[in-house]
């Protein structure tokens, strides 16, 4: 028990490190961008399913609460939260629908939108972040292994090197924590 245990936490630490060394200098132009929309007045859209709709839930409300400072609210929405309207849409357009749709009604071009799928492979991630890219947003995925179709949509994705889900769900986490951490800095000091 005890090797498996420690072999968790350094193969969490050796994907973190080798994810940080590729992606620092995005991560930084990123957390600018949705800094800029945010300070402006925009909305920060998160989406996903599963341990990643947790994600984007806990990202959302480090935004809108406060990460390491109180200040005033960043907005910030998670599409994961309304059962009411998953359920509809997923029952009358199909499950693939439930986040695109929400992408549609809210979702304007001074706006930024997340979506979080461990393999880019979620059809419903997948087509809301291209529909909001065709609004005019700016994308951005989380995502891992080799990117799946999430990459390819996107304007900014973040590929985690791993094909194991706790693991990339891990680093996509610090990822959510360190961009909070940079967006609150950049428009409160």
């Known amino acids: 028990m005890k090797e498996r245990i420690l072999t968790a936490f ?18 930084e132009e990123v957390a600018r961008l949705l800094a800029e929309r945010l300070r402006a007045g925009g909305t920060l859209y998160l989406f996903g399913n599963g341990g990643s709709a947790a994600d984007a839930q806990h990202i959302a409300a480090e935004l809108v609460g406060r990460f390491a400072k109180d200040r005033p609210p960043l907005r910030a929405v998670a599409l994961t939260t309304d059962t009411s309207v998953l359920t509809a849409l997923g029952n009358d357009y199909g499950f693939e629908t439930v986040f695109e749709r929400q992408v549609e009604a809210f979702v304007e071009k001074t ?79």
């Open 111 to 189: 706006d930024a939108v997340i979506g979080i799928s461990t393999s880019g492979r979620s059809a419903n991630v997948v087509r809301a972040l291209k529909r909001a890219k065709e609004k005019g947003a700016l994308t951005v995925a989380f995502t891992g292994g080799d990117g799946g179709f999430l990459r390819e949509v996107a304007d900014y994705a973040f590929v985690v090197p791993s094909f194991e889900t706790p693991r990339i769900q891990e680093c996509h986490i610090t990822l959510g924590h360190t961009l909070c951490e940079l967006v609150e800095r950049l428009v409160f000091g």
């Open 10 to 27: 350094r193969e969490s630490a050796e994907i973190k490190l080798a994810f940080v060394e590729k992606y620092a200098h995005q991560i």
